[in-house]
């Protein structure tokens, strides 16, 4: 064990003044306020008409002793294992007799059985730790009837009083079937989400960020100022990064805010593809005439999906009917693209996007325009890069560290107070984490009807870039000076030590939030 791996073991977690007493506070349910929808309150007759949960100072009766479960679902997001320790530090206050089961391979395990009993030093070798590998995680949905059946046998067998699932808009949508269906067959076990994910798209008034978003952006953020550095250096390289970020690009325009590309762009514009195109070249062209035959151009993974033109031949390729319009755009595009577009779809039966080398796809395009102009006389000389697990497992942020320990802690008092069908929620993550508020939202609340293999869902509806947001105004108010000039920001490795200005930093679309922009 190095000695960063020992210090971070150690640090420990800033508890909010609102919760820091679990024996002083209790749950207040507030009357729902959500729009009716008669297809969700079909599908969610016992849950959908709950309203949020307070947390308000009270004293509680002794509990005694809880029986929880918990299973990380999806990709790894930095912080997930503070989550289990927020949960296993509020139990331990809760009753020391307590029981925190965890769920083994995401969760298949639950369906499958197939778990282990924590105990302190599982949760000492962990705390403050990048990765899931205490548990492991998978992409299994638990929605089948004969899934159902498994998971709650398993959690009955447990005995468990609730269970914790750490995921993202899919996980949580899983989370809020199970509560309902646990509630029809008359299963005692609650069922609690926590927002999971670095791609920053399971975001609402409610849920201001989800966890790992923080420390996978810093941690890219690193890596484009090192390469804005090498940039200025060598002069004479572009570089394509392509960032993780299934669809919406709140990554892109975070690390954008951060370290202030030559370009960067932002799929919920909806540009086409020729338009983007022409807009790299006339980049590059601009800055060979000032003698720069370099820069920096980060493309959001989801970006592809975003493009007019590609978005119906992407839909036509899911449903297997190709126009003759769409066979023309499809032709047009270089040969490796055309295979990575008709691979072995995604686990919804869609082109897997994750899979398609845009960066490849916006280098090849740009040299083919590049060669049709005559006043163009530079080098063109690309490298593509993309990060994505890069920034899925390293150490979280104090942020992020801090973030997880109190959703843990809420899952807790959630099932201790008999929530059940709720996703944790921290208000005013810019304050000072002892002013932080809290609450427990029903998840059928944020929740539409969406079209899967088909048909109609009932799924958590991923939260894209506002362009009317303050976030991406302020990019958009300065990005065309970033074009020709080099102002390349190297915010450099996440801070563990320090003063709070360093080390307490929060994602910079939070703290735009907060501004008043024109």
């Known amino acids: 064990m190095n000695i960063l791996q020992k210090q971070r073991l150690s640090f420990r977690a800033l508890i909010p003044k609102g919760i820091k007493k679990l024996r002083e506070v209790s749950l207040l349910q507030i009357p729902n306020q959500h729009k009716e929808n008669s297809i969700l309150e079909s599908l969610f007759p016992l849950t959908y008409s709950q309203g949020c949960y307070h947390f308000v100072p009270s004293p509680t009766k002794i509990s005694g002793k809880l029986r929880l479960g918990v299973f990380f679902s999806g990709g790894q997001a930095p912080g997930g294992h503070n989550v289990i320790a927020g949960i296993w530090d509020a139990l331990q206050e809760i009753d020391p007799e307590s029981m925190l089961c965890g769920f083994l391979g995401g969760p298949s395990g639950v369906v499958d059985a197939k778990y282990r009993e924590l105990r302190q030093i599982d949760i000492d070798q962990v705390r403050n730790m990048g990765g899931f590998d205490l548990l492991g995680s ?3 949905k638990i929605e089948t009837p004969e899934q159902i059946s498994a998971a709650m046998e398993t959690c009955q067998h447990l005995r468990l009083d609730g269970l914790v699932v750490i995921g993202g808009d899919d996980s949580n949508t899983n989370a809020a079937i199970l509560a309902e269906a646990f509630l029809a067959k008359g299963c005692e076990t609650k069922v609690i989400g926590i927002p999971k994910t670095i791609d920053g798209d399971l975001q609402s008034e409610a849920i201001e960020i989800s966890f790992g978003f923080d420390s996978a952006c810093k941690t890219y953020s690193e890596l484009i100022g090192n390469i804005g550095r090498d940039a200025l250096s060598a002069k004479k390289y572009y570089h394509f990064i392509k960032l993780m970020g299934r669809s919406a690009s709140h990554i892109a325009l975070e690390c954008a805010i951060a370290t202030h590309p030559n370009l960067c762009f932002i799929g919920e514009e909806r540009k086409g593809l020729s338009l983007i195109v022409q807009e790299i070249a006339d980049l590059v062209e601009k800055r060979s005439h000032k003698g720069k035959e370099y820069g920096i151009i980060l493309i959001p993974e989801g970006l592809i999906e975003f493009m007019p033109e590609m978005k119906i031949l992407l839909d036509e390729l899911n449903r297997g009917e190709i126009s003759s319009s769409s066979q023309a755009v499809f032709e047009s595009l270089p040969e490796k693209i055309q295979k990575q577009l008709t691979q072995e779809k995604d686990p919804h039966g869609n082109v897997a996007l994750s899979q398609i080398e845009t960066e490849v796809l916006l280098i090849e395009k740009v040299k083919e325009e590049l060669k049709k102009r005559t006043s163009y006389k530079g080098k063109f000389s690309p490298v593509p890069h993309f990060f994505g697990y890069e920034g899925r497992a390293c150490y979280p942020s104090n942020f992020d560290a801090t973030y997880c320990t109190v959703l843990g802690r809420l899952a807790a008092l959630a099932v201790r107070d008999g929530a059940t069908g709720v996703i944790a929620s921290v208000q ?85 939030r907060l501004l008043r922009m024109p």
């Open 138 to 140: 998978g992409r299994t």
């Open 428 to 512: 005013h993550l810019t304050d000072p984490v002892e002013n932080w508020d809290f609450r427990l939202i029903p998840l059928v609340e944020m929740m539409h009807l969406e079209e899967r293999k088909g048909k109609q869902k009932p799924v958590i509806k991923k939260t894209l870039v506002d362009l009317e947001g303050a976030s991406f105004r302020w990019f958009a108010a300065r990005r065309k000076e970033w074009e020709l000039a080099d102002d390349y920001q190297n915010p450099g490795p996440i801070q563990f030590f320090g003063g709070a200005d360093l080390t307490d930093t929060v994602p910079e679309q939070l703290r735009l």
